[in-house]
Structures are given as structure tokens and as C-alpha cells.
């Protein structure tokens, strides 16, 4: 049997990094994910985000005390030591100056959503996982639930209509969907996949935040604020969607692509959500009105 792959993680700063490394490292845990062992960690951390600041010391205690997690000094010197690594960071901001060091060591990489703190940042992380043949991906958990991934593979047939939900909490250093609403907006595109051409961004009659977004086809898919779920309406018929499994689906996908470097999400569909939650956070500048994706937006590799 094959020793479990070595995963160093940066940023500590997520209660991801003490949920990951649980399911990863015990065994004897309901979700184990076999194959991979968190066993090292760089800390990073953002002052100016509170979530980020208030957690980072409690998180790092108990990676280290609890699972015996090794600290490292920089990105550089902990690639040295791991095999794969997860970028965890809970503040986009940084993500491209720390996947850098990591692509730069050749070390195939899962990035927390968001995978950047806006779409300039992203396009170029994949530009140079591309350029350094560096392998990266980046996703919300919300992908992977399984009724999601049903409607994906076809179980209603094509989709011409998606409704889906989740939290939508913000942060002030960064446009409004990228911090919670992202989760919603990644299971979106997993049942509508890339083409989007234009988006519109409401507030509901109770105040909530709605993003519709023009599908080529005459498809639709909206995100509206609200607990985690949806449906989508299909040639087939309907079927529920957007429902949050935890974090098992997500590693099992993680560990299988650190095994082959085989991606799971086309980088070219993560630029184009990242570019849906730009375009939501200009048409809240404009008041509502429909704006378009850029076709830079969705050309890419």
C-alpha cells in the first residue's frame, strides 16, 4: 500500500483548515478520506480581516497541538517538505503571491474559494499553473454534493432554468459575492456550467440579494441570499440542488487530483464564475442594470 501523500497547508486563518485535516488525518472519523495527511503548515493570516485575525491563533493551536502539525517559516520551505498542498487562506487577497512559490515548486494545489479576490488575480493564477505546468483547482464544497452532481450528469435532462441559495455574508475587501454568496454562485454554475452572457443584480422584496444571470440558449440561473439549497427545471423534470454535504465530496475530489494531477473543474468554468460575481458587483454600481460578461472573460488557456 502506498504511503499517504503529504499535504502542507497555508493559512490557518479558516475553521476548513481543523475540518480538513480531521477528516483527513482520523482515521477512525464517519468521512475519512483515505489517501492524504495534512503534516505541515505555513500560518499567513490577514490583520485587517476579522475573520481572519480572531481565529488564526485557535486554529493554528489545534493543528498543532491536537494533529501534530509541523510549522513552517515560509511557502518555500514548506514545499520542501509536502507532497500537495491546500491554499487556505480565508482572505483572497493574498492568493496570488502565495500559489506563486507553490506552482513555482511544482506542487499540484487546491485554493480555497474564493481563488482570488477578483478576476485579474484569477486569470492570472491559471496563466501560470499553465505556463509552469503547475496544476491547480478551485471550488466550493457545494459542487460535490451529490444531487447536484446528479443534475450535472443528466438526471433531468438539459437544464433551461436554476434557482440556487446560500448565505450571503460579506466583507468589506471584497466585492460582495466572493465571501459567502460564492457557495451559492459555484453550485449555479455547476448545474448551468459556463455561457453566460449577462447579468442583472436585485435585492428581493425583503431585502435579500438576487443575482439573474442570461444563459446562452435562452437558459436562466439566478442566486438569491438565503440558507443553502435550490432546484433546477430540466427536460426531465425538476430536482433539488444546492444542498451542502459538508466536506467529504470536496476532498475526495482533492485527494484524487493531488494522486493524478488530473483537474476536476475546468479552469476556464472557474474564471467565468468569477467573472459572474464581478459583473454582480457592477451592476450593483449601476443600480440593477444588465451587465455583460466580457468575452475576455470566458478565453482563457
Known sequence: MKSPLRIGMIGLDTSHVVAFTELLNNPGHPQHVP???????FQGGSPDVEASASRIGGFTTTL??????RLHASIEELCRHVDAVMLESVDGRPHLSQAIPVMKAGRPMYIEKPIA???????????????????????????????TQAV????????HYCETYSPAKTEPHHPELFWYGIHGCEALYTVMGPGCRKVRRELTSDGKI??????????????????????????????RVGNHERYH??????????????????????????????????????GGDWVPLAASAREQL
Request: aromatic fraction near 10%; charged fraction near 25%.
Open 35 to 41: 489517501g492524504a495527511r495534512v503534516v505541515a503548515a
Open 64 to 69: 498543532v497541538k491536537d494533529h501534530g502539525i
Open 117 to 147: 479576490a477578483s478576476l485579474a488575480d484569477t486569470r492570472e493564477i491559471f496563466r501560470l499553473s499553465s505556463d509552469l505546468k503547475s496544476p491547480v483547482f478551485s471550488s466550493s464544497c457545494l459542487r460535490f454534493a451529490e444531487t
Open 152 to 159: 450535472r450528469a443528466g438526471k433531468i435532462g438539459p437544464v
Open 210 to 239: 438576487q443575482v439573474t444571470g442570461f444563459w446562452g440558449g435562452n437558459r436562466f440561473g439566478v442566486f438569491r441570499e438565503g440558507p443553502n439549497g435550490g432546484f433546477a427545471l430540466g427536460e426531465k423534470g425538476r430536482a
Open 249 to 286: 465530496g470536496l476532498l475526495r475530489e482533492v485527494v484524487r487530483f493531488f494522486q493524478t494531477g488530473e483537474t476536476p473543474v475546468d479552469p476556464r468554468e472557474t474564471i467565468e464564475l468569477v467573472a459572474f460575481m464581478e459583473a454582480a458587483a457592477e451592476s450593483k454600481r449601476q
